[in-house]
């Protein structure tokens, strides 16, 4: 965990584990190597991770959030960015967290250019 950034690993694993009981330990197995990476990328993995946590603790159905971090990559990662960047938006979407995840913006690296946008509707 310390070569992700994290600076608390036993609470990292604690979170992980609450992640798992939340989500399945199936699903957790599944988008976990999407997930770390993203937290070594993140300003914060250990807040990032935190958030995430509480986040998903206040969803009403973990199986759609599964469902849409595995087709739509970018959820996952702007989660993950936004929970470890800012504690303001962070709070907000954990408020809203039935509403506020669909918002997820697909970022700019990921939109298909004017010519082929074929592979969206994929």
């Known amino acids: 965990m310390r070569s992700l ?7 990292a694993l ?3 584990a609450m992640l798992g009981e939340r989500i399945g330990s199936a699903d ?6 999407l997930m770390l990476a993203d937290l070594q990328r993140s300003a914060d ?3 990032a991770l ?3 946590e509480r986040f998903t603790s206040v969803l009403s159905d973990g199986t759609l959030f599964v469902h849409q971090c595995r087709e739509r990559r970018h959820v996952l990662r702007s989660l993950i960015t936004i929970f470890g960047a800012s504690r303001f938006l962070s709070t907000f979407l954990i408020l809203a967290a039935d509403e506020g995840w669909h918002c997820c913006p697909i970022p700019r690296s990921c ?3 004017p010519i082929n946008r074929s ?3 994929a």
Do not use: H, K, Y
Request: proline share 11%.
């Open 28 to 33: 957790l197995e599944a988008l976990l190597p």
């Open 111 to 113: 939109r298909a250019s």
């Open 45 to 47: 993995p250990d807040m």
């Open 5 to 11: 950034g994290v600076r608390g690993p036993e609470q």
């Open 14 to 16: 604690r979170n992980l």
């Open 50 to 52: 935190n958030n995430l």
């Open 119 to 121: 592979w969206l509707s």
